[in-house]
């Protein structure tokens, strides 16, 4: 026997094509886009489409496959008539092997009359063999961007080569269901849209609420552990009340940390942002977490030569997001198992695509856990505020991590599957920069107190109160002021006199009074050199993350303990 080509189909019938077989033609493609306009069920009518395929040809089965391009390999879509057994072997089959492979590699339909005798199986040869697949045609369909998707192959249990009308029906198919896999991609994006802005529409209700709850809360907070700090300082070394105070203290702070977490996805907090190495935060975050337990962690770095993930982020927020996703984790695992990170660049989000902003790349990280899995109808809540499954949480870890990310031009996604543990993916927009080391400001805050005359600017009274007895405590006097336009005038007042104020500490929201944004403007205006700082229990709040752009020195989150107020002073005091 000669040689054939690549090519060569030596048994096609070129019967031309008769109208009454046009008809069925016809009648296939009516039948399957005419119904779609109205049936979103895509997969149901791509097994409908195979089955008229397999009976305008009988002895034969058709099969769908799509095109995995980074893989290089094609999987099985749609193949209602094929055995599961034979849809696993053709799994992952090569680019270059077989009809559907040579269809991709060369971009044509292939027609193959003899599957035991044509170059083009030889190595897919066992699997016709065992299957009985004595001849194979497909033909690959395309993208809306002209990209190959996928491959239409009908599949034959005896040699023949292929009809005109054949060819021509395979055609047909292979166009419909580029049809109805290009719309079945567009409602999973659409579905997927819905779902992120549902749950962003959720956050951003809820986090209106949190953000006020939050700042009162922390003024509070503040007049609690001022108090608190206040009480332990005259009470005797070794008392029984000092262990009372030490726990209230140490509960304080928790609902500190508590509301921080409120306030990170409330409506207005602002991330402070720095360029940074991704791995270096995610690994600090992951070690610190697992530190003393028995879970192992392990790392795929970067290959060698491939560039740092640099992100312009705030590292103690993405950090949370690691700690929280790592906490989930361990506590799944019970202190045991296992956690890999792997990182690395891509150019699009899957089934986000390029996003609505100007990003060329994107920082990736996976973090996979060997746990017990999450069930199908908890995943999809898994992003929701106050929703949790443990009987001490109190669902905002992962609520707030989802915030954190999205105002960071992010996305963050979960997948988990019961017994195979659970993979959360992180994506962060890249930058072609590098972080610059800077050396920060070192304060030594056992230097010896200066005094000075300090003024406090809030409408509480309370917080009045044990701000003068902790700045009393720490050798100052105090001036009060109730809103802006009464710390303005009475720094004018005292601006050219014996008793000048030194530092003014300003609240930066004054319900129904000038708040500290607008009031600093006013003491400047008197005196340019003038030391502020801005106090608030909004954090997050942009002002405090840029303090200096509004002609503050400093900034002072609330609540703060009297060890923060000294060291902040004596940086007002000694610069």
Same mark, same amino acid.
């Given at each position: 026997m000669t040689e054939r080509s690549l090519f060569q189909d030596t048994e096609n019938d070129f019967t031309p094509i008769v109208q009454s077989e046009f008809d069925e033609l016809l009648e296939l493609q009516n039948s399957i886009l005419g119904v779609s306009v109205s049936n979103n069920n895509s997969k149901e009518l791509l097994v409908k489409l195979c089955l008229m395929a397999e009976q305008l040809t009988p002895e034969s089965v058709a099969s769908i496959m799509l095109y995995e391009k980074h893989e290089g390999r094609l999987f099985v879509h749609t193949a209602p008539s094929i055995p599961q057994e034979a849809i696993d072997a053709l799994n992952g089959l090569q680019v270059g092997c077989g009809s559907c492979g040579n269809a991709v590699y060369h971009d044509e339909a292939m027609y193959v009359s003899n599957t035991l005798e044509d170059n083009r199986w030889c190595e897919t040869r066992t699997?016709?063999?065992t299957f009985k697949i004595s001849a194979c045609w497909s033909i690959p369909f395309y993208n809306e961007a002209d990209e190959i998707f996928g491959t239409f192959a009908l599949s034959s249990f005896e040699v023949r080569g292929a009809t005109n009308f054949q060819r021509k029906l395979l055609d047909t198919c292979a166009s419909?269901?580029? +049809? =109805? =896999?290009q719309k079945e991609k567009y409602l999973e994006q659409k579905a997927l849209w819905e779902k992120e802005t549902l749950r962003a529409e959720k956050l951003e209700s809820i986090g209106v609420l949190a953000g006020g709850i939050a700042h009162d809360f922390n003024n509070l907070l503040g007049i609690v552990i001022g108090n608190l700090e206040m009480t332990n300082r005259v009470l005797n070394p070794g008392s029984k009340a000092t262990t009372y105070i030490t726990a209230a203290s140490k509960a304080s702070k928790r609902a500190a940390e508590l509301t921080q977490q409120l306030l990170t996805f409330s409506k207005g907090g602002d991330p402070v942002k720095k360029l940074s190495d991704i791995a270096e935060v995610v690994r600090e975050s992951a070690e610190f977490? &697992?530190?003393?337990?028995? +879970?192992? =962690?392990?790392? %795929? $770095?970067l290959s060698e030569g491939e560039k740092v993930l640099v992100a312009d982020i705030d590292n103690g927020q993405i950090g949370q997001v690691i700690q929280n996703i790592i906490i989930n984790a361990r506590q799944a695992m019970n202190d045991e198992g296992a956690i890999s990170v792997t990182f690395s660049h891509v150019d699009t989000v899957p089934g986000i695509g390029a996003a609505?902003?100007? *990003?060329?790349?994107? $920082?990736? +990280?996976?973090?996979h856990d060997t746990g017990p899995g999450i069930s199908a109808d908890i995943i999809d809540k898994i992003f929701d505020p106050y929703f949790t499954t443990k009987s001490d949480g109190n669902g905002l870890g992962m609520a707030s991590s989802f915030s954190i990310v999205k105002k960071h031009d992010g996305y963050l996604f979960a997948e988990s599957e019961e017994g195979n543990g659970t993979c959360f993916t992180l994506y962060l927009p890249a930058s072609d920069s590098m972080p610059v080391e800077t050396p920060g400001n070192v304060v030594n805050i056992h230097q010896s107190k200066v005094k000075g005359r300090i003024m406090i600017m809030d409408d509480q009274e309370m917080l009045h109160e044990v701000a003068e007895a902790m700045l009393e405590e720490l050798g100052y006097q105090t001036v009060h002021a109730l809103d802006g336009i009464e710390a303005i005038e009475k720094y004018r007042e005292r601006a050219d006199g014996s008793e000048p104020i030194d530092v003014v500490i300003m %609240?930066?929201?004054?319900?129904? !009074?000038?708040? !500290?944004?607008?009031? *600093?403007?006013? *003491? &400047?205006?008197? %005196?340019? %050199?003038?030391k502020v700082i801005v106090c608030s229990g909004y954090s997050n709040d942009s002002v405090m993350a840029r303090f200096s752009d509004y002609g503050f020195k400093g900034a002072l989150s609330k609540p703060y303990n009297i060890d923060e107020l000294d060291s902040m002073l004596n940086q007002m005091m000694t610069s």
């Open positions: 699997f016709a063999e419909i269901a580029s +049809v =109805l =896999l977490v &697992l530190h003393g337990t028995g +879970v192992a =962690l392990t790392f %795929d $770095c609505s902003i100007n *990003v060329e790349q994107y $920082c990736k +990280v996976k973090i %609240d930066l929201t004054i319900p129904g !009074g000038m708040g !500290g944004e607008e009031a *600093v403007q006013g *003491v &400047l205006s008197i %005196d340019n %050199d003038a």
